[in-house]
Every structure is written in structure tokens, then in C-alpha cells.
């Protein structure tokens, strides 16, 4: 999962991060891309896998909650990014 392909347009996660409660993406994506549509696709394709890879999650009406938070990095590096996502840890 890598690559992340919608249409003509390429994904590329950057960096993950697992926690209890939120998986936190770095994504490069088109600026004419939004980011609802992004986070809508992303939880999607996560499901789609997800499931196929275990049928039990089938019964699950849904996995993931409706919401999500996106902020863009701007001028911030991805090294603060970075930082900023691993002292999400544990929070």
C-alpha cells in the first residue's frame, strides 16, 4: 500500500503511524484534489483490503468513523511532520 492509485491520479504515502485510536497518513496529493475526497478514498480502499484479507470484518457494518482531520504542511518540512505525528504517540 505504498502507492496509492485513484484514476489518473498517484497517492504517495509518505509516512504511517499506527496508534490506539488515529492512523495518521502523509500524503502527496494534486492541489485540485480535495481533501475530503482524499480521506473518503484512502478509508475506502483501507476497508476494501481490509476485508478481503479478513472475511470476519465482512459483519462489520462499517470500520472506519465518518470523520478524520487533514491540515496541509505548507512551507513545514516533512521532518516536522514527522516529529509532530511521533509525539502523537501514546496521547
Given at each position: 500500500m505504498a502507492k496509492l492509485s485513484k484514476e489518473d491520479y498517484e497517492y504517495r504515502r509518505t509516512d504511517n503511524s499506527v496508534s490506539s485510536i488515529n492512523y495518521h497518513f502523509v500524503?502527496?496529493?494534486?492541489?485540485?484534489?480535495?481533501?475530503?475526497?482524499?480521506?473518503?478514498?484512502?478509508?475506502?480502499?483501507?476497508?476494501?483490503?481490509l476485508r478481503k484479507e479478513f472475511p470476519e470484518l465482512k459483519k462489520l457494518p462499517a470500520?472506519?468513523?465518518?470523520?478524520?482531520?487533514?491540515?496541509?504542511?505548507?512551507?513545514?518540512?516533512?521532518e516536522v511532520v514527522k516529529k509532530y505525528i511521533e509525539n502523537q504517540r501514546g496521547k
Open positions: 500524503i502527496n496529493a494534486p492541489t485540485h484534489e480535495s481533501p475530503a475526497d482524499i480521506a473518503r478514498w484512502v478509508k475506502g480502499r483501507a476497508s476494501h483490503h470500520l472506519w468513523t465518518p470523520t478524520y482531520f487533514v491540515a496541509t504542511t505548507g512551507q513545514v518540512s516533512t
